[in-house]
């Protein structure tokens, strides 16, 4: 199985979904498609640049989430393949919905690739990319979940130096999203796994201003990235990654540096 890109769902509530919608098209600076589905529940944040790989999905009922779209040649396959490493089938809607073996939601859909957008340049100077899926995962159900990641994807799974609650998949270059998986603490509540969106950039201090002004509230400030509340509740990081390779300079740049 060969994925050919990757889409991220914003998973909203219904009465989350207007702000939400709002909140991430004037944050990346894209156009909403029309509502599409049977119930108009699904909308494609469109780039000016490069090819789609965020959406929105108005839930029926839940509350919001974050699920993954692999686009492959063979979904049914692909679905087979997923069951075998671990993964359970929840839906056969002409699409597979499916759950990780910790329980994460993805989806298998037919596709192919597409042209990876190029990383944004705002007022402020600063250099910015919405570009990272990270996968956060209760610590007894750490291994089995990197593991299953990796041999789904066929993308090499690495260590993150001296964070060893981090291991992520290395990102083909023509895909637009890469996948990190983060260990969980003790301290953290529940056993689901689940996932929240990160953006690399060149000044943390003057993205986070950008995000702050349209309407995100900071929760609080680490080492290397920043966690952010969206207007809805969602939570999110902004990182020191270089948001061309994805990847941390050798001297990491330091918040209010």
Do not use: K
């Amino acid at each position: 199985m060969t994925v050919n890109w990757l889409t991220a769902f914003l998973d909203l509530a219904p009465a989350s979904y207007d702000a939400g919608v709002g909140f991430w098209a004037a944050l990346t600076d894209d156009d909403v498609s029309p509502s599409r589905g049977v119930e108009g529940e699904f909308a494609t944040l469109l780039p000016s640049d490069g090819d789609a790989y965020l959406r929105v999905q108005r839930l029926g009922r839940g509350p919001d989430g974050l699920h993954l779209d692999l686009h492959v040649d063979d979904p049914r396959d692909a679905a087979e393949r997923a069951v075998g490493l671990g993964a359970r089938e929840v839906a056969d809607l002409g699409y597979y919905v499916m759950a990780s073996p910790g329980g994460f939601t993805f989806c298998l859909v037919p596709g192919a690739g597409g042209e990876r957008a190029r990383p944004s340049v705002w007022p402020g100077g600063q250099v910015s990319a919405l570009d990272q899926v990270c996968v956060d995962v209760p610590a007894a159900r750490f291994d089995a979940e990197c593991a299953f990641w990796a041999a789904l994807t066929g993308w090499e799974l690495r260590g993150a130096g001296e964070h060893t609650e981090f291991r992520s998949l290395a990102r083909p270059p023509e895909q637009p999203l890469r996948i990190l998986l983060q260990e969980l603490g003790a301290d953290d509540p529940g056993d689901a796994v689940r996932g929240h969106l990160d953006w690399a950039c060149t000044d943390r201090p003057a993205e986070t201003d950008r995000h702050a002004a349209l309407g995100a509230t900071v929760e609080e400030v680490r080492e290397g990235w920043t966690v952010l509340v969206d207007p809805t509740g969602r939570r999110y990081c902004i990182t020191d990654r270089d948001p061309g390779t994805g990847l941390l300079s050798a001297e990491p740049r330091r918040f209010g540096a």
